[in-house]
């Protein structure tokens, strides 16, 4: 089982399946959230669903509204799992504190698009500061 | 985190569920960011609209009003999500109305003063040098710190509510000096006039300098520019780059010495005209067709209701304009009828909301405009996200393009 570290996060324990992008994340203009699919055509995970998924990208974009947006998601059951970063901004670390979603960032081993792939079954630690990747 | 005895008290429930969740919530952010402790703050700013709260949010707002939540500091509001007094005509639904309604009775019930208002730095109370604040929205954000020498992190709605209800926030981020320190040096080679200029300089910083950690020193200004032209230039800088601070050479309180803020240190880049013109090249031209015209982010001052009226005096427009103010400056602008010359023109000024967080989508699926201009850097960042196709012009240029019917 392969383990990397990365700064202590926010949120629960969880594990699910990664969804991973060399891309950016805004929870206003980049999804949308009746659906729960990235909507922005130019986004690397246009069309693809973020339900339940682990995603994993490179930041957080995006003003202050974010920070309402992840708790009204998973309010309706169609939220991700967890939120992987290289780098979070303050919002969305306030977000998913509200929503009590798992968010991590900061890896030791690098760039955390690079880490996982898509499809792989990882297992989010936020309070220990570490991913393990199940499968 | 270090806590005193008071907040420990806090976190154990002992002041109550809503300032324990406070304290908890205030607890995991301030540890994700490894903050040491927290900082007392004398004001909180909350963005709270219907759009991005959502119900889940509004219930949330109204089950800690039920537990008896309480401000500890004054704390006011961001602008809201629909003109209770006119709605209807944008297309915007009783559901939407009615969500805001709730939001208003929540937060009045905690203390929350609704001043509606992202400009509240020229119409409420701006904070002083030195001063710690918890405020939301990025244009507020960024010209306390960078303007008023106050210290705030872009805090979202749950955490300046958080903020309100312990009158602390964790200490990280901006609230530190060595935070505060320029990393990036930007040389202006040509001047800024109007405060569409003010907005694109802005843009072009906010775009080179990329990211929440990163805070520019700007050099080469031959005018200490007005409140509205730093207001302008704040705003697009923060929705451009996420910046939360910036220091004018020379002009703003922490770099009057620049030395000061570290900028001898750094290596300097130019904004040149090119630069400039590249960004402005990418919203709209002459001759093309416009749905509507905006003024909004941040909200019209005063003053910049007066120019507007004096623009519109005697004129009549083919084109829908919306003009978005403060709840403070709609009162005053309505006493001396600077309301009254800018709606003779067939315009409409809205009171207490700001355009792009009104449910713009629907708006604009509603009425049928993509093709919308403004003189707001900001708003033709945001809105392209949103279905629009943005241009931008001076304000001069927006009000001769609504008599027009085009872009001038």
Same mark, same amino acid.
């Given at each position: 089982?392969?383990? /990397? &570290?990365?700064?202590?996060?926010?949120?629960?324990?969880?594990?699910?399946?990664?969804?991973?992008?060399?891309?950016?994340?805004?929870?206003?203009?980049?999804?949308?959230?009746? &659906?729960?699919?990235?909507?922005?055509?130019?986004?690397?995970?246009?069309?693809?669903?973020? &339900?339940?998924?682990?995603?994993?990208?490179?930041?957080?974009?995006?003003?202050?509204?974010?920070?309402?947006?992840?708790?009204?998601?998973?309010?309706?059951?169609?939220?991700?799992?967890?939120?992987?970063?290289?780098?979070?901004?303050?919002?969305?670390?306030?977000?998913?504190?509200?929503?009590?979603?798992?968010?991590?960032?900061? /890896?030791?081993?690098?760039?955390?698009?690079?880490?996982?792939?898509?499809?792989?079954?990882?297992?989010?630690?936020?309070?220990?500061?570490?991913?393990?990747?199940?499968? | 985190?270090?806590?005193?005895?008071?907040?420990?008290?806090?976190?154990?429930?002992?002041?109550?569920?809503?300032?324990?969740?406070?304290?908890?919530?205030?607890?995991?952010?301030?540890?994700?960011?490894?903050?040491?402790?927290?900082?007392?703050?004398?004001?909180?700013?909350?963005?709270?609209?219907?759009?991005?709260?959502?119900?889940?949010?509004?219930?949330?707002?109204?089950?800690?009003?039920?537990?008896?939540?309480?401000?500890?500091?004054?704390?006011?509001?961001?602008?809201?999500?629909?003109?209770?007094?006119?709605?209807?005509?944008?297309?915007?639904?009783?559901?939407?109305?009615?969500?805001?309604?709730?939001?208003?009775?929540?937060?009045?019930?905690?203390?929350?003063?609704?001043?509606?208002?992202?400009?509240?730095?020229?119409?409420?109370?701006?904070?002083?040098?030195?001063?710690?604040?918890?405020?939301?929205?990025?244009?507020?954000?960024?010209?306390?710190?960078?303007?008023?020498?106050?210290?705030?992190?872009?805090?979202?709605?749950?955490?300046?509510?958080?903020?309100?209800?312990?009158?602390?926030?964790?200490? =990280?981020?901006?609230?530190?000096?060595?935070?505060?320190?320029?990393?990036?040096?930007?040389?202006?080679?040509?001047?800024?006039?109007?405060?569409?200029?003010?907005?694109?300089?802005?843009?072009?910083?906010?775009?080179?300098?990329?990211?929440?950690?990163?805070?520019?020193?700007?050099?080469?200004?031959?005018?200490?520019?007005?409140?509205?032209?730093?207001?302008?230039?704040?705003?697009?800088?923060?929705?451009?780059?996420?910046?939360?601070?910036?220091?004018?050479?020379?002009?703003?309180?922490?770099?009057?010495?620049?030395?000061?803020?570290?900028?001898?240190?750094?290596?300097?880049?130019?904004?040149?005209?090119?630069?400039?013109?590249?960004?402005?090249?990418?919203?709209?031209?002459?001759?093309?067709?416009?749905?509507?015209?905006?003024?909004?982010?941040?909200?019209?001052?005063?003053?910049?209701?007066?120019?507007?009226?004096?623009?519109?005096?005697?004129?009549?427009?083919?084109?829908?304009?919306?003009?978005?103010?403060?709840?403070?400056? =709609?009162?005053?602008?309505?006493?001396?009828?600077?309301?009254?010359?800018?709606?003779?023109?067939?315009?409409?000024?809205?009171?207490?909301?700001?355009?792009?967080?009104? =449910?713009?989508?629907?708006?604009?699926?509603?009425?049928?405009?993509?093709?919308?201009?403004?003189?707001?850097?900001?708003?033709?960042?945001?809105?392209?996200?949103?279905?629009?196709?943005?241009?931008?012009?001076?304000?001069?240029?927006?009000?001769?393009?609504?008599?027009?019917?085009?872009?001038?």
């Amino acid at each position: 089982m392969t383990e /990397f &570290k990365c700064h202590r996060g926010v949120g629960p324990k969880v594990s699910g399946e990664a969804l991973v992008a060399d891309d950016n994340f805004s929870a206003r203009y980049d999804l949308d959230r009746i &659906k729960g699919v990235f909507s922005r055509p130019q986004h690397k995970l246009a069309g693809q669903s973020y &339900k339940d998924r682990i995603l994993v990208l490179n930041t957080s974009k995006g003003g202050v509204a974010s920070a309402w947006m992840l708790y009204e998601m998973k309010s309706r059951g169609i939220a991700p799992k967890a939120i992987l970063f290289n780098q979070a901004n303050t919002i969305l670390v306030q977000g998913a504190a509200l929503a009590d979603m798992a968010l991590c960032d900061r /890896f030791e081993d690098g760039d955390v698009t690079r880490l996982f792939k898509t499809g792989q079954h990882i297992e989010v630690d936020p309070q220990a500061g570490c991913v393990r990747i199940l499968e | 985190m270090n806590l005193t005895d008071e907040e420990q008290a806090m976190l154990a429930g002992d002041m109550g569920e809503p300032v324990r969740w406070a304290m908890d919530h205030q607890v995991k952010v301030g540890e994700m960011f490894d903050a040491a402790d927290l900082v007392p703050v004398s004001q909180a700013h909350m963005m709270a609209d219907p759009e991005s709260v959502g119900d889940a949010g509004v219930r949330f707002l109204e089950n800690l009003a039920d537990q008896g939540a309480r401000v500890a500091i004054p704390m006011i509001t961001d602008p809201r999500g629909v003109d209770l007094n006119y709605y209807s005509p944008l297309g915007q639904t009783e559901a939407m109305a009615d969500l805001d309604r709730r939001t208003i009775a929540a937060c009045t019930r905690m203390g929350i003063l609704m001043t509606n208002t992202c400009i509240n730095y020229q119409t409420i109370m701006p904070p002083v040098f030195g001063d710690h604040v918890a405020y939301g929205d990025t244009g507020v954000v960024v010209y306390s710190n960078s303007i008023c020498g106050a210290r705030s992190n872009f805090e979202g709605g749950p955490s300046a509510l958080a903020a309100g209800l312990t009158g602390r926030t964790p200490c =990280y981020g901006l609230h530190l000096d060595e935070n505060r320190q320029a990393t990036r040096r930007f040389v202006v080679k040509d001047q800024p006039r109007g405060l569409t200029d003010w907005g694109v300089l802005g843009a072009v910083a906010g775009k080179m300098a990329g990211s929440y950690w990163e805070v520019p020193v700007i050099e080469g200004l031959e005018s200490v520019p007005t409140s509205d032209q730093m207001k302008h230039l704040g705003a697009a800088m923060a929705s451009y780059g996420s910046t939360p601070l910036f220091h004018l050479a020379g002009i703003t309180p922490e770099a009057l010495r620049p030395a000061d803020v570290g900028m001898d240190r750094l290596k300097p880049e130019a904004i040149d005209k090119a630069d400039l013109d590249a960004l402005r090249s990418t919203f709209g031209g002459k001759g093309d067709s416009v749905d509507v015209v905006v003024f909004a982010a941040p909200q019209l001052s005063l003053v910049e209701m007066q120019r507007v009226a004096e623009l519109c005096r005697g004129e009549t427009f083919k084109t829908p304009v919306i003009v978005c103010t403060s709840p403070q400056v =709609y009162a005053d602008a309505t006493r001396m009828d600077l309301v009254s010359t800018i709606e003779s023109t067939g315009a409409k000024v809205l009171e207490g909301t700001c355009f792009y967080n009104q =449910y713009a989508r629907e708006i604009g699926l509603a009425n049928g405009w993509t093709r919308l201009l403004s003189n707001s850097a900001k708003i033709v960042n945001i809105l392209g996200g949103y279905g629009y196709q943005p241009a931008l012009a001076s304000m001069e240029d927006c009000v001769a393009s609504a008599i027009a019917g085009e872009i001038v």
